[in-house]
């Protein structure tokens, strides 16, 4: 018999399917640092990138299509090539920890870091004790801002969090979880983020 397809809401920015429920729990703002990085980048060599919004935030801003990318995620690699960029490696594992890695490879590097304001401090904090040269200063902020209306829960069967924040968000906006939703989520990150909510019934998709 044919199982229907779940109904899944997307709690992030950049809806990888089409037949998720989008509705954002987040907004990025951005900061006053972006000149400082376009010049950064005029000189550097390697462009570290942590996110699609990252990207699509800075690569316009970029006139060079030689810098060496390292990214996390495929979706972030994708937005990269989107803008013309070809010389792009993506992090395994998926997150600062392969970056690092990727990183450590290299040598003769000067990286260029546009972050969030939210970001771990583990990149930048390699970055430093290895005394590489870089540039780095976050590049957005991100706030809470549920979407109004508020989707029903009691019509979806799961919930899809790609970062801490929209954990934290989703979570204020709403006063009572239906006992049969489930949630997926990006990342040891976010998974980490959710287990502070374990008294939510919840269960993992």
């Known amino acids: 018999m044919h ?33 400082q990085l376009v010049e950064a980048a005029k ?21 060079r299509r030689d810098l060496t990318l390292l990214t996390v995620g495929e979706s972030t690699a994708k937005t990269a090539a989107d803008f013309g960029f070809s010389d792009i490696e993506v992090a395994t594992p998926s997150q600062a920890e392969g ?21 771990r401090p583990l990149i930048l904090d390699f970055l430093k004790s290895a005394s590489l040269p870089h540039f780095a200063a976050p590049l957005y902020d991100t706030h809470l801002t549920p979407p109004s209306p508020l989707p029903r829960l009691e019509e979806l069967d799961t ?10 968000s989703f979570f204020k ?15 040891p990150i976010t998974e980490k983020q959710l287990e502070k909510y374990a008294q939510m019934p ?4």
Not at 5 to 13: A, E, F, S
Not at 173 to 187: F, H, V
Not at 202 to 205: E, G, L, T, V
């Open 173 to 187: 906006a709403y006063q009572k979880i239906p006992p049969q939703l489930e949630y997926q989520s990006i990342g």
């Open 43 to 63: 000189r550097g060599s390697h462009l570290v990138l942590t996110s699609p919004s990252a990207a699509k935030l800075f690569l316009p801003h970029v006139q």
């Open 159 to 168: 919930v899809f969090f790609t970062s801490p924040s929209t954990v934290d």
């Open 99 to 119: 970056v690092v890695e990727l990183i450590k490879k290299v040598d003769g590097a000067f990286y260029i870091y546009p972050h969030s304001a939210r970001a």
């Open 202 to 205: 919840y269960k993992k998709a």
């Open 3 to 35: 199982q229907p397809k779940k109904r899944v809401l997307y709690t992030g920015l950049n809806c990888p399917d089409p037949s998720y429920i989008h509705a954002p729990f987040i907004s990025l703002h951005l900061l006053e640092t972006l000149p």
